[in-house]
């Protein structure tokens, strides 16, 4: 046996664990023991037991509270593995950066195996790869599972249930829309259940394995190391993750990665393993699962650069000046959208708070299924949680789920329930990404994935868990869907504001940036038994990359079992509203490819569907002006009536008027310096020019829209237009004015 030299290094201070030095290590490591010993291993070969090459006892006057530390000097330490011993317990280091002996996945003679750490850790290069730092407006997170995500026969991947697996499948996430993946726990863990020791080592001497694989991950965790069994070749899993994170940083994707803490860790040690995986592997994001003081994380100046994710964040954890890191984590949103989405009573408020929340001070995480809990596509499949094959009777999982099976518990091959089953995913899809927050997809809910009713998958290492990718040909239409719903959301900053939505129009463009309406325009409906609510998203608010205004959209959602007739808000006078989406659209793909939208016949009303949504946006109208001179120029006498003014509806019908009963009214002069406000809400085909004296008689058109079809004979000259001399420049009026003389304003929420 080699000789070894062994001191104490009061002057340096060193991280738990090992650390290189000049001429050997230093080693540190927590023991609640009388006598601690450091234990060297030749690398082994073959499956058998580890052979001991040598025992290096800590000294005493190394010894601090419960902490052991020694420097040791010599030659050929960089050859070996090493482990602990503390009053004859062996045990594996608690900061080890990488593991030896959980190589495969699930094997149960692991669970009572000693797993050893390599002395020496190789380099990596990382080319000068930094974070991302993607701001939460600009985020779409796909959530996955490592394993879960590529180990199925279907994925096509060389390397399954690996983290070389998920870089294999970047082209698809690109291709997606993806820009934030997030991984559930990484960091080692014991899959092999096992009751809990004492002192929190999953590895150490205790009871036999019980038979049943913590899937998931969550539960006490070396976690300075990612998973063996999570690599490829699983000799250097640390080596292949960073290679993982560098090749998605190259993608222009964000990682982030779930740390699940027990409570036992005190809380420096939780903030030294957060600050270690963002040096060490270069993680843009951790989202905090367990029992973590986020509050401390929150505080911490290392990590304002850092997404951090928890359940809930105070306003204030967040320092002013801070950039914007912090992200709430919870199903807020799920149980509040799902309600909505099933119809479930006096939810319009819930609905439009959710919509629009976007703190100032955290970022919100906006999701309708995750892997705790029902898929989208078991959340309109089934009403009740089939756990059967966990073995636990069906008693675990939670009940309250929120979800409705559309009229048949589980698969159907009835026409007309899978159509509204397909209806429920789009209406769901649509509520994440037309909301303000982040919004985020768990891996396979865009193809449909299925875990036949599970709601509660944690040991379910199989196909109840693993991705199904031949889905994505089943269900073609639904991730045509998703993918066009990610680049619809990209293309228009209404719909991702970097800041919360006031609900008042503070840059005078002419409407408030968001606004609620009911069955009458500007009229939102609150009442308990209201299942239907309609937004509308003012264009001006939104600004593209290159600086122009965004497109205007109104988004009216039914969530009743009842059709219900909207009136729809008035435009400017250039513009007109077609469809963008329709959830309802049982023939078609329920969307329009931009430049493609549906024509509307009616611009005044429409009727929703049943249990749909649908997105209208505003685009440009017909050359009016073009229409104008062509009518001026017609010969007379040709049909003996004169001109009508231009309505955009298709029919040559007039429109309806926006809100039936209200009084007529002769049309006023348009006062100039207004833009894009047309005086009167029933005459959209006039043009946006003061209206002069000269030009009124002219047009020979009728003011009242009744008289365009009652009457043939012209308006006349007093009139149109009471005073012969030009229109005199008025103050221009408030807001609150402007939207009474169109008759659109009465109440804004």
């Known amino acids: 046996?080699?000789?070894?030299?062994?001191?104490?290094?009061?002057?340096?201070?060193?991280?738990?664990?090992?650390?290189?030095?000049?001429?050997?290590?230093?080693?540190?490591?927590?023991?609640?023991?009388?006598?601690?010993?450091?234990?060297?291993?030749?690398?082994?070969?073959?499956?058998?037991?580890?052979?001991?090459?040598?025992?290096?006892?800590?000294?005493?006057?190394?010894?601090?509270?419960?902490?052991?530390?020694?420097?040791?000097?010599?030659?050929?330490?960089?050859?070996?593995?090493?482990?602990?011993?503390?009053?004859?317990?062996?045990?594996?280091?608690?900061?080890?950066?990488?593991?030896?002996?959980?190589?495969?996945?699930?094997?149960?003679?692991?669970?009572?195996?000693?797993?050893?750490?390599?002395?020496?850790?190789?380099?990596?290069?990382?080319?000068?790869?930094?974070?991302?730092?993607?701001?939460?407006?600009?985020?779409?997170?796909?959530?996955?599972?490592?394993?879960?995500?590529?180990?199925?026969?279907?994925?096509?991947?060389?390397?399954?249930?690996?983290?070389?697996?998920?870089?294999?499948?970047?082209?698809?996430?690109?291709?997606?829309?993806?820009?934030?993946?997030?991984?559930?726990?990484?960091?080692?863990?014991?899959?092999?259940?096992?009751?809990?020791?004492?002192?929190?080592?999953?590895?150490?001497?205790?009871?036999?394995p019980t038979g049943r694989l913590n899937y998931w991950g969550y539960g006490a965790s070396f976690y300075y190391s990612p998973k063996a069994s999570y690599a490829g070749t699983g000799r250097n899993p640390a080596m292949e993750f960073k290679q993982m994170v560098k090749a998605l940083h190259q993608a222009g994707m964000e990682v982030v990665i779930e740390l699940f803490f027990t409570g036992r860790e005190t809380p420096a040690a939780v903030l030294d393993v957060v600050r270690f995986w963002v040096r060490e592997f270069h993680v843009d994001g951790v989202h905090l699962t367990g029992q973590a003081p986020a509050w401390i994380l929150a505080k911490d100046p290392y990590l304002t650069d850092t997404k951090l994710w928890a359940t809930y964040w105070d306003d204030g954890d967040k320092e002013p000046g801070y950039q914007k890191n912090l992200g709430e984590f919870n199903d807020g949103f799920l149980v509040d959208m799902r309600r909505a989405l099933k119809g479930d009573e006096d939810q319009m408020k819930n609905l439009i708070f959710r919509s629009r929340r976007n703190p100032a001070g955290h970022g919100v995480i906006n999701y309708m299924a995750t892997n705790n809990g029902f898929t989208l596509m078991d959340m309109v499949s089934y009403d009740r949680k089939h756990n059967e094959a966990n073995g636990e009777e069906n008693q675990d999982g939670t009940d309250y789920n929120y979800t409705w099976n559309c009229g048949e518990e589980g698969p159907s091959r009835k026409?007309?329930?899978?159509?509204?089953?397909?209806?429920?995913?789009?209406?769901?899809?649509?509520?994440?990404?037309?909301?303000?927050?982040?919004?985020?997809?768990?891996?396979?809910?865009?193809?449909?994935?299925?875990?036949?009713?599970?709601?509660?998958?944690?040991?379910?290492?199989?196909?109840?868990?693993?991705?199904?990718?031949?889905?994505?040909?089943?269900?073609?239409?639904?991730?045509?869907?998703?993918?066009?719903?990610?680049?619809?959301?990209?293309?228009?900053?209404?719909?991702?504001?970097?800041?919360?939505p006031k609900v008042m129009d503070y840059r005078a463009v002419g409407k408030p940036d968001i606004s609620y309406h009911g069955v009458n325009a500007w009229k939102p409906e609150f009442e308990n038994f209201r299942r239907q609510i309609g937004i509308m998203y003012w264009g001006p608010y939104g600004k593209k990359a290159d600086g122009t205004a965004d497109e205007t959209f109104f988004v009216a959602y039914n969530m009743h079992w009842e059709p219900h007739e909207f009136a729809l808000p008035h435009l400017p006078r250039s513009q007109q509203w077609k469809i963008a989406f329709d959830t309802s659209d049982s023939s078609g793909s329920g969307y329009y490819e931009a430049g493609q939208e549906r024509e509307l016949e009616n611009q005044k009303r429409y009727m929703v569907p049943y249990r749909s949504i649908i997105v209208f946006v505003g685009k440009p109208a017909p050359d009016q002006g073009k229409e104008e001179r062509r009518r001026k120029n017609a010969k007379p006498g040709k049909t003996g009536k004169p001109a009508k003014a231009e309505e955009p509806e298709k029919t040559g019908k007039p429109a309806k008027a926006e809100e039936p009963g209200k009084t007529e009214k002769f049309l006023k002069a348009e006062e100039p310096g207004k833009t894009e406000i047309p005086v009167k809400a029933e005459e959209p085909g006039r043009t946006e020019k003061p209206v002069k004296a000269e030009e009124a008689a002219k047009a020979e058109k009728p003011v009242k829209m009744e008289e365009a079809v009652k009457a043939e004979k012209p308006v006349k000259m007093e009139e149109a237009v009471k005073a012969e001399k030009p229109v005199r420049a008025e103050e221009p009026v408030n807001e609150a004015e402007r939207m009474t003389q169109e008759g659109e304003a009465d109440a804004h929420i």
């Not at 090459?53 to 000294?59: G, K, S």
């Not at 052991?68 to 009053?87: C, H, K, P, R, S």
């Not at 040991?459 to 991730?479: F, H, M, P």
């Open 415 to 500: 026409k007309k329930l899978v159509q509204m089953r397909r209806q429920q995913l789009r209406n769901a899809l649509l509520m994440v990404f037309l909301s303000q927050g982040t919004p985020l997809l768990q891996a396979g809910d865009e193809f449909g994935h299925s875990q036949g009713g599970n709601n509660n998958a944690y040991c379910q290492d199989n196909e109840i868990s693993w991705l199904n990718w031949k889905l994505q040909k089943t269900n073609r239409e639904l991730l045509a869907f998703v993918k066009h719903l990610i680049a619809f959301r990209k293309a228009h900053p209404v719909f991702h504001m970097k800041e919360e």
């Open 1 to 208: 046996m080699r000789q070894y030299q062994i001191c104490i290094d009061s002057a340096g201070v060193y991280p738990m664990g090992l650390t290189p030095t000049e001429k050997g290590i230093h080693v540190s490591v927590a023991a609640a023991a009388k006598e601690c010993s450091l234990l060297l291993f030749s690398p082994e070969k073959g499956r058998g037991e580890k052979q001991e090459a040598a025992r290096i006892r800590f000294p005493e006057a190394g010894r601090h509270g419960q902490v052991w530390e020694m420097t040791v000097e010599g030659e050929g330490l960089q050859q070996y593995e090493y482990a602990f011993e503390a009053d004859g317990k062996r045990f594996s280091d608690p900061c080890g950066r990488s593991f030896l002996g959980n190589e495969a996945w699930g094997c149960l003679e692991n669970g009572e195996r000693l797993l050893t750490t390599p002395v020496s850790q190789p380099e990596f290069d990382w080319e000068g790869d930094v974070s991302l730092r993607i701001p939460y407006e600009e985020c779409i997170v796909y959530r996955a599972h490592v394993r879960g995500l590529t180990k199925d026969s279907s994925s096509g991947v060389r390397n399954k249930g690996t983290f070389a697996g998920v870089v294999e499948k970047i082209p698809y996430l690109k291709e997606l829309g993806i820009t934030t993946l997030e991984l559930m726990p990484v960091a080692e863990f014991q899959e092999i259940e096992m009751p809990d020791v004492a002192d929190g080592n999953p590895y150490g001497d205790g009871p036999k």
